[in-house]
Structure formats: C-alpha cells, structure tokens
C-alpha cells in the first residue's frame, strides 16, 4: 500500500459526459501528479501541482483540468468525454520539496474509466 | 532529459537471479536513475534509486556503471510475483518539476 488513495476505482460512463477522479495524496506529501494509461500509448504524465499550484503540464487536452486544494487532495476533472478517453488514471506523490534531490514518487492504484 | 534503453521483454527462472539492463547514456550529473515496476494494470511500485554508487534495499540491487552510461536492476531470487513491466527512468531533479517520464521498459516473466 502506497498510501496514495483513489477514487472512484472503477467509472463508465456515455461520450459527451463529464466525470471528476479524487486523489488523497501521502499523509504530509505536497507535490500530486497525475497520469493516464491507456493501451496504445503507455503511461502519459498529465499534471504536476505543488502545495495548491500547478507546476508542469505535459500531455494534457484542454478538456481534462485538475486542481488541488488546501488540504493537499486533488482532484482531476475529464469533460466532453470521448472513447479515446477511456483509460487507467493513476494519481501520485511526494513529500520533499520542489528540487530536492531523490524525493520519490508514489502511485496510487489508479482509477478505471470506461468512456461507453 | 535523458533517455532509457531497455531490452522489450526477458525471462528468468524462478529463484534465480533476474538482471535487467539499462542504457542512459546521455545522462547528466544532476540526475538520478529511479526503477518503478507495474504489475498488470495495478499503479506503478517504486523499487529503488541512485545517483552514482552502487544501491540495494529489500527490493533489488541497483548496480550503475562508472561512467554512469548504463544501469543494471538485480532481483536476487525471482518468485513468480516479480512477473511486471520494469521501468528504468532518467528522473531530472531541478527547481520546477520533477515529474518520471515513462518509456516503454522491460517485460519480465518469471518461470516456474
């Protein structure tokens, strides 16, 4: 157990629909990223934040946003949902500051999502 | 940052040493060689990581070449549990993000 925690663990939904997947970082960890897997292009970083701000994009659509809030959850939110949207999304964290060398990286058992 | 080469898939035994390689190099000072694991579709699992010595925790062994241009993952005895995708990772650390960057790593089978 990781001690990343995600919900919901499985989601189907219809194209056009719009769906929000939580993540509880590590107890103390301030850095969440989050990334999708799907079957033909591997593990994709999406988003970076730190302590509430973002701090790197990477292959993420104009349709996905996500946040964190003050408590250091995050959550990620897919809208106008398509059938390439279906894939695993896995949230993770770390605790040690930004630069810091070594601070690993956590994964949580990832989110399911089924785009119908 | 830099890149990974790691063989598609490999073999081992079951109890016996499995050794996965792995190539970086254009690898720059500042970064760190991190190895993840991903068991079929559960979130990848952290294993070990190091700058230029030699690592080992309960996990594996991490033995990284001198010149720091290559790597080599060491499970000591493979069970069938270790069967997963290993993923070898140039990790950059700077001010900013820090974030892994996954490839498309090693397929490990264990046999019995």
């Known amino acids: 157990d990781s001690g990343v925690t995600q919900t919901p663990k499985h989601l189907i939904t219809a194209t056009g629909q719009r769906v929000t997947l939580r993540c509880s970082p590590r107890s103390g960890d301030l850095s969440v990223y989050w990334y999708q897997q799907s079957l033909d292009q591997g593990l994709q970083f999406l988003i970076q934040y730190y302590n509430g701000e973002e701090r790197a994009k990477g292959n993420i659509l104009e349709r996905f946003s996500a946040q964190q809030f003050p408590d250091l959850h995050s959550e990620l939110n897919l809208s106008s949902l398509e059938l390439g949207d279906s894939a695993l999304y896995f949230c993770a964290s770390s605790g040690a500051p930004q630069g810091v060398p070594g601070n690993t990286i956590y994964f949580g058992e990832g989110s399911w999502l089924t785009v119908v | 940052d830099a890149k990974t080469t790691q063989p598609p898939s490999m073999d081992c035994a079951e109890g016996r040493a499995a050794n996965l390689p792995c190539n970086h190099s254009?690898?720059?000072?500042?970064?760190?060689v991190y190895w993840y694991r991903q068991i079929h579709s559960q979130g990848p699992q952290y294993i070990i990581h190091?700058?230029?010595n030699n690592e080992t925790n309960e996990m594996a062994s991490l033995i990284i070449t001198e010149d720091r241009k290559s790597s080599t993952l060491i499970l000591p005895h493979a069970t069938l549990r270790d069967t997963a995708v290993y993923y070898c990772?140039?990790?950059?650390?700077?001010?900013?993000?820090?974030?892994?960057?996954f490839g498309t790593g090693t397929r490990l089978t264990v046999i019995p």
């Open positions: 190091g700058l230029k």
């Open positions: 990772i140039v990790r950059p650390v700077r001010t900013g993000a820090n974030n892994l960057f």
């Open positions: 254009t690898i720059s000072g500042n970064e760190y």
